[in-house]
């Protein structure tokens, strides 16, 4: 029967127990101190859908979803990965006959063993090395080494190489008649038979075994206070991950008197998940390769202040020690009064807000979520970046120039250009479009938003749409001047109250007049109205202008004609697209016109931000490139006629980029519903 001895020429095996006790005490200890780290922060519940969770794990984790995204860092880790897990189960297998005394190891079983192992050491050697060429010779910029990086390495390389070479030189002593099944190991054995003795063979066999050994327990030690911690920590992230709508923030109460702070500039104010994320992060830098203010030269590096928040944790956490260890001696005979002192203690140490983290870096942000998207465990960047907008503004008052002008409009006249609150209906009702008050039976509200009343260029775009919906038979209205700027801007900068005040008005406007299904041109609005609405009692159907004319098309309540010999490339609004999941829609109704795609380097989820989005649409851009033109030469380069977009903020950067590099001949920029009303 296929098998073998387990403890073949070793002596002394019980220390092994003595050894695996110290590693496991050590890996325990590593735990324990992390753990501490993030309990310095606030409760939060993210254990409310196990079935999900472990469902994720399985897919992100075990499958690696988003890892092989990227194909070769993803293959790389593929490889090491499943080539533990395999030579864990092998090692488990093992314990199970030497240790408990369960006799299983042997025939079949035996034999899978013996090739997985073989096949999956090898995958894992190969990973190995794969990433010290990428590490160490290739070096992307995304990549930061530490000392951590290299012996993390050298030791999963060496543990592989050592056993091999065990069992390379048990064959080369000992006759195998299954050695075929441990490939690797049969080759070793070939030059070691020929050019050692048995006795050699035996000593060399048994110095192996225990230096194997002794870095298979360093490891498992070393695991929880290393890089490897990851690799169970991302698993705990991806099963508790965020689900549901993204990017809604924490509800401030601005009638609670008891609040002290808005937002949040401290470390302690931020939530044990948000804490446990930063040891999550792996720095494999997917998200600074993503993001668009890094990419167009910005200081902001979404890895960088993820990094930055664990180093000020693991200082904080050494200053509340250090703090407990003072108030215990001085407080020695009185230990709840010392346990007392060491929690009033104030944390000292660098402002995280400033010093930490720049302040130009918060507010460089387009909130696009393209490092949340590309992140293989689910780091979440953005919400830290919002609450501490929130501090700056609320507490601080401390923010862009541009943004003072832009929230004074919103709260002066409902818009960020300031113009007139009592123009907001004059475009629309000019196009005969009647208001809830002259028609108060109408099914749906169209909902322009700022730029579809104001903004020249897109009134173009609400024109069109009028004319879409007019031509299906829809029957819609306008809140006309009682509607209000969304309050998006206001909110992504961190301005949480006027935000308020915009947001409870429109939904008392709008529960006023009965409304029950809106129609939106804005992504902004969309997600605001859909997503964010709920938190304040606007619960309402809302359908984003490209849903809502696909519906039309597919219903035949809708015709269009097709044109010929004419190609377009489809821009991905980032609150359209990795907000909503709309990807799709847009790109049916081109198709339905006869326009031939073709896509841009950046698209679907991984599309490149136009730049206007977390309210940069009001700011400018003093540092790097400029973001819209980036995108806009990603447009040019795939030679097209136009540039369809579904969002009045990218279609004004996307044209105000077309008109910086001179292509206007060459290249339109239009809304979809342009597009599509040149075709009824």
Request: charged fraction near 20%; include cysteine.
């Amino acid at each position: 029967m296929a098998t073998r001895q387990v403890y073949w020429n070793i002596e002394g095996e019980h220390w092994l127990y003595l050894l695996f006790i110290f590693a496991l005490v050590f890996f325990a200890y590593g735990v324990y101190k992390r753990v501490q780290l993030w309990k310095l922060g606030q409760p939060e519940n993210r254990w409310k859908d196990v079935g999900q969770g472990i469902k994720d794990v399985i897919v992100y984790g075990l499958g690696h979803k988003r890892i092989l995204k990227d194909s070769y860092p993803g293959i790389m880790h593929f490889a090491i990965f499943w080539g533990f897990v395999f030579l864990a189960f092998a090692t488990a297998i093992i314990t199970l006959q030497a240790d408990v005394g369960l006799q299983i190891f042997h025939g079949w079983l035996y034999l899978f063993i013996k090739l997985t192992a073989n096949i999956f050491g090898l995958a894992a050697v190969i990973g190995i090395l794969m990433a010290a060429y990428r590490r160490y010779i290739k070096r992307p910029d995304r990549l930061d080494n530490k000392t951590d990086d290299a012996i993390t390495l050298i030791l999963l390389f060496v543990i592989l190489l050592t056993g091999f070479l065990i069992e390379g030189v048990r064959m080369a002593a000992l006759s195998d008649p299954w050695a075929s099944w441990g490939f690797i190991g049969q080759w070793i054995a070939v030059p070691l038979k020929a050019s050692m003795n048995e006795a050699q063979l035996l000593s060399l066999h048994r110095f192996l075994w225990w230096f194997h050994l002794v870095l298979a327990m360093t490891f498992i030690g070393y695991f929880s206070h290393s890089k490897m911690f990851h690799v169970l920590l991302g698993l705990g992230n991806q099963f508790m991950r965020h689900r549901g709508p993204i990017g809604i923030p924490e509800l401030i109460d601005f009638e609670d008197e008891s609040i002290e702070t808005f937002g949040k500039s401290q470390l302690r104010e931020f939530s044990w998940k948000a804490l446990f994320n930063t040891d999550v992060c792996l720095r494999c830098g997917r998200c600074q390769d993503n993001c668009p203010a890094y990419l167009s030269g910005k200081h902001l590096s979404p890895k960088r202040i993820i990094q930055d928040m664990k180093v000020l944790m693991e200082e904080t956490g050494a200053a509340v020690e250090a703090a407990k260890e003072k108030a215990t001696s001085v407080h020695a005979a009185e230990g709840q009064e010392a346990a007392a002192a060491s929690e009033t203690e104030e944390w000292t140490g660098r402002a995280l807000i400033g010093e930490v983290i720049p302040e130009e870096d918060l507010w460089a942000c387009t909130t696009c979520r393209s490092c949340e998207q590309q992140c293989p465990v689910f780091v979440e960047h953005v919400d830290k970046t919002i609450d501490m907008r929130r501090n700056l503004v609320l507490m601080e008052t401390r923010f862009p120039a541009e943004a003072q002008l832009a929230f004074k409009n919103m709260e002066n006249n409902g818009n960020p250009w300031g113009i007139g609150w009592t123009t907001r209906a004059d475009f629309l009702t000019n196009l005969g479009v009647k208001t809830f008050e002259e028609d108060p039976g109408a099914e749906y509200l169209y909902w322009p938003g700022c730029s579809g009343a104001f903004d020249a260029r897109n009134q173009k775009v609400s024109a069109a749409l009028v004319k879409l919906l007019n031509a299906a038979g829809v029957r819609f209205a306008i809140l006309g001047n009682e509607e209000k700027c969304c309050g998006d801007s206001a909110r992504k900068l961190g301005n949480e109250y006027l935000f308020f005040s915009l947001a409870t008005e429109n939904i008392e406007v709008m529960n006023g007049h009965g409304v029950k299904k809106i129609i939106t041109q804005c992504p902004h609005c969309y997600n605001l109205l859909k997503n964010e609405y709920p938190q304040f009692g606007g619960n309402f159907e809302v359908i984003h202008h490209t849903e809502f004319l696909l519906d039309l098309v597919k219903s035949g309540k809708l015709k269009l004609s097709r044109v010929a010999n004419k190609s377009v490339t489809y821009h991905d609004s980032c609150y359209l697209g990795r907000y909503n999941q709309i990807y799709e829609q847009p790109r049916e109704l081109l198709k339905a016109v006869g326009l031939d795609i073709k896509e841009m380097a950046h698209t679907g989820e991984k599309s490149f931000c136009c730049g206007a989005g977390g309210g940069r649409m009001w700011l400018e851009e003093h540092e790097g490139l400029r973001i819209n033109e980036m995108r806009t030469d990603e447009a040019i380069a795939v030679k097209t006629d136009y540039v369809g977009t579904a969002c009045p903020f990218c279609l004004t950067m996307i044209a105000d980029g077309i008109g910086a590099r001179e292509v206007g001949e060459q290249l339109k920029a239009l809304d979809i519903a342009e597009i599509l009303e040149q075709n009824i």
